[in-house]
């Protein structure tokens, strides 16, 4: 299933991946499994520095301020901060959202 995200600084939904030098890709679907497309400049083996949005450089991050370079966290990033299509419903999305 694809994910969706929308940067909560401006909005954009292109997302990028950067790697450790000159590297700069557009990711093109986002998988939930973890497994992304990428655009035109594949990776080339070189470490991901991390995923920031395309348009004004947010860059995603964890909860103690570290960028995030995993594919499974951008995941779980995606899933906490961005609103998904209508029928993509995540439960713990659900959870977080109760009022107590
Ligand atoms: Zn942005």
């Not at 700069?24 to 991390?50: A, C, K």
């Amino acid at each position: 299933m694809s994910l969706k995200f929308k940067c909560p600084k401006c909005d954009s939904e292109k997302l990028e991946c950067c790697e450790d030098g000159p590297y700069i890709s557009e990711i093109t679907n986002i998988d939930d499994e973890g497994d992304f497309d990428y655009g035109p400049i594949e990776g080339s083996g070189s470490t991901v520095d991390g995923f920031q949005c395309a348009q004004c450089g947010y860059v995603l991050q964890d909860k103690e301020g570290n960028n995030l370079d995993m594919n499974k966290e951008v995941v779980e990033w995606i899933k906490k901060h961005c609103e998904q299509p209508e029928e993509y419903i995540d439960p713990r999305y659900l959870d977080d959202n109760t009022d107590k």
